[in-house]
T-cell receptor, first 115, second 114 residues
């Protein structure tokens, strides 16, 4: 079974530029998560999708971050414009469904550096 | 809001010996799930073990076991017969029964010495 795929693996941009990350979850997984992991910290949930609908985006900085999962499969996360504090690893995860007990499978992450 | 605390930023263990990683959490809920995730240098997080709060029996997965103390809100991970491949960041995580927000601790970096 193929795992969660993410691209690019690394990205360096200047502040005020825009950037997009892509995630392809495990086939058949209805729930998709985007996390931000700042160096030295644990991951923080940014947004959760159930199929193509948003379940939770309470911690997404909506003035600059956006995410979509149009066909209920792969997803993109965009930052526009980027700030220095957005430097982090962005992790995508998926699970068979939401709710109790379902394991989340993580992708390798995208390391973003904002200069 | 639920918080997860890992008080050991770094731990080291000799190969073949046993090490225990600590985790405490704060919640007012009675039903929840606790997890330990491993993140090797390649950054791909993998689930090590999980515990349902309603289960009194401590979870075990081969060399990995937990000591779940619900009243004390403590959830430690014991790694027996440590191997070089166990070296990684270990994250403790909490998830409510009532929503899907996974809360992670800051992590413990485990070094295994040959």
């Amino acid at each position: 079974e193929a795992g969660v795929a993410q691209s690019p693996r690394y990205k360096i941009i200047e502040k005020r530029q825009s950037v997009a990350f892509w995630c392809n979850p495990i086939s058949g997984h209805a729930t998709l998560y985007w996390y931000q992991q700042i160096l030295g910290q644990g991951p923080k949930l940014l947004i959760q999708f159930q199929n193509n609908g948003v379940v939770d985006d309470s911690q997404l900085p909506k003035d600059r971050f956006s995410a979509e999962r149009l066909k209920g499969v792969d997803s993109t996360l965009k930052i526009q414009p980027a700030k220095l504090e957005d430097s982090a690893v962005y992790l995508c995860a998926s699970s068979l469904n939401s709710g109790r007990g379902y394991e989340q499978y993580f992708g390798p992450g995208t390391r973003l550096t904002v200069t | 809001a639920q918080t997860v605390t890992q008080s050991q930023p770094e731990m080291s263990v000799q190969e073949a010996e046993t090490v225990t990683l600590s985790c405490t959490y704060d919640t007012s809920e009675s039903d929840y799930y606790l997890f330990w995730y491993k993140q090797p240098p390649s950054r791909q997080m993998i689930l090590v073990i999980r515990q349902e709060a309603y289960k009194q029996q401590n979870a075990t997965e081969n060399r990995f076991s937990v000591n779940f103390q619900k009243a004390a809100k403590s959830f430690s991970l014991k790694i027996s017969d440590s191997q070089l491949g166990d070296a990684a960041m270990y994250f403790c995580a909490y998830r409510s029964e009532y929503n899907n927000d996974m809360r992670f601790g800051a992590g413990t970096r485990l070094t295994v010495k040959p």
